[in-house]
């Protein structure tokens, strides 16, 4: 079991930049793989990005490609998602979700991940 928070959501103008946080609970973090994804409202959850247990791989939406960054930090049991260049469309609730790296499926549908958070504002006023 792994318990997720998320943190650092707000309020920004287009062109500026956030950092989320996720801090996670548990010994074992780095036996799983993490993802953020996003909900506006009205919409479906989509898939942000993602990176490995250990952190070497990772992987990106297009609409975020270029402009987001997912990194963790394994000893402090928490990833990251840097927002650089927001956009007025990237407004919505930022989820973190976790699974273990055994878990199967690929790694960009909700259904895959077992464990999610609270969610996090986030929105861009243009």
């Known amino acids: 079991q792994v318990q997720l928070v998320e943190s650092g959501g707000g309020l920004v103008q287009a062109g500026g930049s956030l950092r989320l946080s996720c801090a996670a609970s548990?010994?074992?973090?780095?036996?799983?793989?993490m993802g953020w994804f996003r909900q506006a409202p009205g919409r479906e959850r989509e898939f942000v990005t993602t990176?490995?247990?250990?952190?070497?791989?990772?992987a990106y939406a297009d609409s975020v490609k270029g402009r987001f960054t997912i990194s963790r930090d394994n000893a402090k049991n928490t990833v990251y998602l840097q927002m650089n260049s927001l956009k007025p469309e990237d407004t919505a609730v930022y989820y973190c979700?976790?699974?273990?790296?055994?878990?199967?499926?690929?790694?960009?549908?909700?259904?895959?991940?077992?464990?999610w958070g609270q969610g996090t504002q986030v929105t861009v006023s243009s």
């Open positions: 979700a976790a699974r273990r790296i055994d878990g199967s499926g690929n790694y960009y549908s909700t259904g895959n991940y077992a464990y």
């Open positions: 548990g010994r074992t973090f780095s036996s799983y793989r």
């Open positions: 990176i490995s247990a250990g952190g070497a791989t990772t």
